[in-house]
């Protein structure tokens, strides 16, 4: 690792811990400087205006996000008429807006820590530019030694690099050589470490990119990608910047993805948290809530479903209730539960998910895989003594029918659905769209068990009653002989197929009981 020089600075003291004098004495500094710079009319939104235009513009936006400019101005002026005034108002409020979000507050819940940390250095590094253009150089300096403290501790080398170039000013003035030199010292240090993670940011981009496209363009890198993860790494044990690490543990992870090793996920997480444990990775860098969703997903994957549902239990507090994380970690835990045959936890998640008031203002993607989810937890659990008070509307839900996705479970589901119905003429058109589907798309290894599959149901579009259980149990042993693909192109099966095959065969007892 390289030479840590960052406790070297000199102490710094906060504001709370100085003299009462000389924090009047700011404090006089400050409102001159205030007085003196500030236009009279305020420069920021106030929220509780409504009186001024700006004021009854600003509230009439957040109470009606659907407002039109013609609705704004007929609730302005009187006329929905579109003036050069209400341009100008429009104008004045935005510049409000965006003075306002300086006082943004910043909060954990939806951020990683660093960005918390990262947000109020670059205010307090503006603040300090600022006093230094306006010639207050003393309180600066001052700014610049609590950006120091912060960025410090967060490990934000771009933002020290900030501060000691400011520093840099003030020290210019003290004539102090081994204060210069030992403020120069550092700034060369942070300007070091600021342009290796830049680097790193350049190659992190890149594969970004490529990885984005598709998962055969990221096979395409092949020993490109391999070059460039090792690149990552070698910066990152020459800096022991965090920020390094965090780009080449998350392509790393990526790697392992592409190439469906879930094992070497878990050992990359594992690897990160032993590192973080011996203070060689600061914990403000470490992605904690990303870990938990990759780590569930993984042992998913893997078909580890008790280790899974352990950990999902575990780490379903640790998301934001309602956020689409929140959302997309319940898509694992509900996968889970249906694939342990936990139906009663699976309906229980179900209900987590549908009955949450931001349901509804879910991304399309996620509403999509959700409403899905739902769907084939109700088929399960039916003839189970749990009430299912949500039935109607999820049974309703259209998927985008593209060829990759949730098309092919979507298709499955709708027969199942359909079979305890179905007569003759409708199992013939059941029979093309499945043999078309399978011809069309489902090549390769990494389909084997989705075409085996289909040639189940194919079979009990064909046969009833007790020779359909005969006619399907050499296929069925293959398909239990043929293990769940790692490749991440195959969708994770949403229920195991060999489960559906004992509903399918349940349903057609019913049949002929009718």
């Avoid at 710079?37 to 957040?62: A, M």
């Avoid at 704004?72 to 004045?92: F, I, N, Q, V, W």
């Avoid at 060689?280 to 899974?308: C, E, M, S």
């Avoid at 959302?327 to 209900?351: P, R």
């Amino acid at each position: 690792m390289g030479v840590n020089l960052r406790r070297s600075s000199e102490k710094i003291l906060n504001f709370c811990i100085y003299p009462a004098f000389e924090i009047m004495q700011e404090l006089k500094r400050l409102v001159e400087i205030i007085a003196d710079n500030t236009p009279k009319v305020l420069p920021v939104i106030d929220q509780f205006d409504n009186v001024s235009l700006e004021g009854k513009l600003y509230n009439i936006i957040k109470d009606s996000r659907s407002l039109t400019d013609k609705e704004a101005c007929l609730y302005l002026y009187g006329e929905d008429k579109l003036t050069p005034s209400y341009r100008m108002l429009k104008s004045r409020l935005r510049k409000k807006l965006l003075n306002s979000l300086i006082l943004t507050e910043i909060s954990e819940s939806h951020l990683r820590l660093y960005r918390i940390h990262q947000a109020e250095c670059l205010t307090l590094i503006q603040q300090a530019n600022k006093l230094m253009m306006l010639g207050d150089y003393t309180l600066a300096d001052k700014l610049t030694d609590q950006v120091i403290v912060i960025a410090e501790k967060a490990e934000l080398n771009d933002i020290l690099a900030k501060a000691y170039e400011v520093k840099q000013h003030f020290v210019l003035l003290s004539n102090d050589r081994d204060r210069f030199e030992k403020t120069l010292g550092l700034l060369k240090h942070y300007y070091y470490l600021d342009s290796k993670e830049r680097e790193a940011n350049i190659l992190y981009n890149e594969l970004k990119f490529e990885v984005s496209i598709n998962i055969s363009n990221s096979r395409k890198q092949g020993a490109t990608y391999t070059d460039k993860l090792l690149k990552l790494k070698e910066l990152w044990e020459s800096t022991g910047s965090s920020y390094i690490y965090d780009y080449y543990h998350m392509l790393h992870i990526g790697h392992c993805e592409i190439y469906g090793d879930y094992e070497g996920i878990i050992l990359a997480i594992e690897e990160a948290e032993d590192l973080n444990a011996k203070g060689l990775i600061n914990d403000i860098w470490v992605n904690h809530r990303f870990h938990n969703y990759i780590k569930v997903y993984a042992y998913l994957r893997l078909g580890q479903y008790t280790a899974g549902l352990h950990y999902a239990k575990l780490y379903l507090s640790s998301f934001q209730k309602g956020s689409n994380n929140w959302f997309a970690f319940l898509e694992n835990y509900l996968i889970l539960a249906l694939h342990s045959k936990n139906y009663g936890l699976a309906l229980e998640i179900s209900k987590t998910a549908s009955e949450n008031d931001l349901f509804n203002n879910l991304l399309p993607r996620f509403k999509e895989m959700l409403g899905l989810l739902l769907r084939y937890t109700q088929l399960l659990v039916q003839d189970q003594s749990l009430d299912i008070s949500y039935e109607t509307e999820y049974r309703t839900l259209i998927i985008s029918k593209d060829k990759e996705g949730l098309n092919l479970p979507l298709l499955i589901l709708e027969y199942l659905e359909d079979l305890p119905k179905l007569d003759t003429e409708d199992m013939e058109q059941y029979i093309a769209r499945f043999s078309k589907y399978s011809s069309k798309y489902l090549k390769g290894e990494i389909w084997a068990r989705a075409r085996l599959f289909i040639r189940m149901l194919l079979l009990s579009m064909r046969t009833e009653g007790n020779k359909l259980q005969e006619k399907g149990a050499a296929l069925l042993e293959e398909l239990k002989n043929t293990p769940p693909p790692h490749d991440p192109v195959a969708e994770v099966e949403i229920v195991p197929y060999e489960h559906l095959w004992e509903l399918v065969l349940e349903l057609h007892s019913k049949r002929s009981q009718r």
